[in-house]
């Protein structure tokens, strides 16, 4: 059976996408195409495992491959390297402490890539997210340096990562580690890593179907999705020579 890609338009509902399982199979995942990126939008797609993603040039494309990459909470692999790393303390951790400029490191090209798909109007609509409490960020500070971090979108007891990028050698793997640490204390059933890499295999993510990902979805997210505050959330002792003036007490 094959299936039409679906077109949105801005002025249709929030929450006007197809079944998923009508999601095309090559490429992988792709759903749907247009709407906008308001936070209703955006709610009600990661409350159903949808995601945007999309480069310059292109229109909005929704997502939700087949399997689906995600985290345990709390079982993110830890090498004897990153454990030696995460023992020395040689960094402070924080929540929510710049969310802006985690996307903004974030939305830099790769090494290996000259583009990005982390566009001004994607940045915009997760910052929205972020002042509404849908949104969240990691940071890893070395002498007031922000030199790692992630961010995404949690609703209810599901986080939805997006995006992740180290400055110095290792520090997205320590924003990942104490994360997940983080989310496994608050109960969170679900930590979704949206699509697989050699990265994120390394670091402990499985790939499980999608119909297993939207059962946990139903447990984990609430019809009403409420936003949450994770500022002042202490991750790890933050030993003040690290944290910039901004978050110093």
Known sequence: ???KLQHILPGDPPDAFPATHTALRQPNGLLAVGGD?????LISAYSRGIFP????GEPILWWTPDPRTVFRPGEVHVSKKLQRLLKRGEFAVTLDGA????M?????PRRRDSGTWLLPNMRAAYQALHEKGFAHSVEVWQHGQLVGGLYGIALGRAFFGESMFSRRSDMSKVALVMLSRQLKEWGFLLFDGQV????LYRMGAVDIPRAEFEKLL???VPTVPRPARWENTPLLPAP???LPAFLQN
């Open 1 to 3: 059976m094959t299936f």
């Open 37 to 41: 990126l308001s936070t209703e939008r």
């Open 53 to 56: 993603w999309f480069s310059e």
């Open 99 to 102: 969310f802006a400029d985690v």
């Open 104 to 108: 903004l490191h974030c939305a830099q």
């Open 196 to 199: 697989g890499s050699a990265h």
């Open 218 to 220: 139903c447990r984990a």
């Open 240 to 242: 003040a020579e690290h």
